[in-house]
C-alpha cells in the first residue's frame, strides 16, 4: 500500500488533524501570507477576474514545486481534496467529478472564482490555497511544509529554525 493510497484512505483522520496552529503564527498565518500574496500578485482593489487569474498563478506555483515531491498524482490527491473542504465554504468551487468541463485542474476554479465578488473570489482562493498547505502537512508534516512554503514564497513564509534538542 503506497503513501498516496494511506491518505487518501485516512480522509477522516485528514479532516480532523487540520489545525496548523503551529504551522504559523497568529500574525504570519496562512491565510494572511497567501493574502498578501494575492494581493501582491492581482493588485489591491483587484477586480474578480484579476483575482482569479492570480489565484491560478499561485495554484500553479504551488503544483510545480511541489510535482517533483509527490508526483502529478500527490498534487491532484492534495489540490483536490482541498477544493472538497473549502467546497463546504463556497458551494460551486470545487468542479463536479464526472464534468470533464475544464481540461485543466484550476480552470474550473478559475471560472468560478471570475464569477464572485472581489472579496468573496480573494476569500475562496485563500481557503483553498491555505487548505492545500494544511492537507500538505498532514501528509509530509509541518516542518517539511514550512520549508516548502519558505521555498516557494520566502517573504511570506518564515525559514524555520531548528529547536535545539536537549
Known amino acids: 500500500m503506497g503513501p498516496l493510497f494511506r491518505f487518501v484512505r485516512h480522509r477522516t483522520y485528514i479532516e480532523s488533524a487540520l489545525d496548523l496552529s503551529s504551522l504559523m503564527t497568529a500574525e504570519n498565518s496562512l ?19 484579476a483575482v482569479a487569474a492570480a489565484a491560478r498563478r499561485l495554484c500553479e506555483d504551488f503544483a510545480q514545486h511541489l510535482s517533483p515531491l509527490i508526483g502529478d498524482g500527490g498534487v491532484a490527491a492534495i489540490y483536490g481534496r482541498s477544493l472538497q473542504l473549502a467546497e463546504r465554504r463556497f458551494p460551486g468551487l470545487a468542479p463536479a467529478r464526472a464534468s470533464g468541463q475544464y481540461a485543466e485542474p484550476y480552470t474550473h476554479v478559475q ?56
Open 31 to 49: 491565510e494572511s501570507a497567501f493574502e498578501r500574496l494575492l494581493a501582491r500578485r492581482a493588485g489591491r482593489g483587484a477586480d474578480a477576474a
Open 111 to 166: 471560472h468560478f472564482l471570475e464569477h464572485q465578488d472581489p472579496v468573496v473570489a480573494t476569500s475562496a482562493a485563500v481557503t483553498v490555497l491555505a487548505l492545500a498547505s494544511e492537507v500538505l502537512a498532514s501528509f509530509i508534516g509541518e516542518t517539511l511544509t514550512r520549508l516548502l512554503l519558505h521555498e516557494m514564497w520566502p517573504d511570506q513564509f518564515d525559514r524555520i529554525t531548528q529547536e535545539p534538542t536537549t
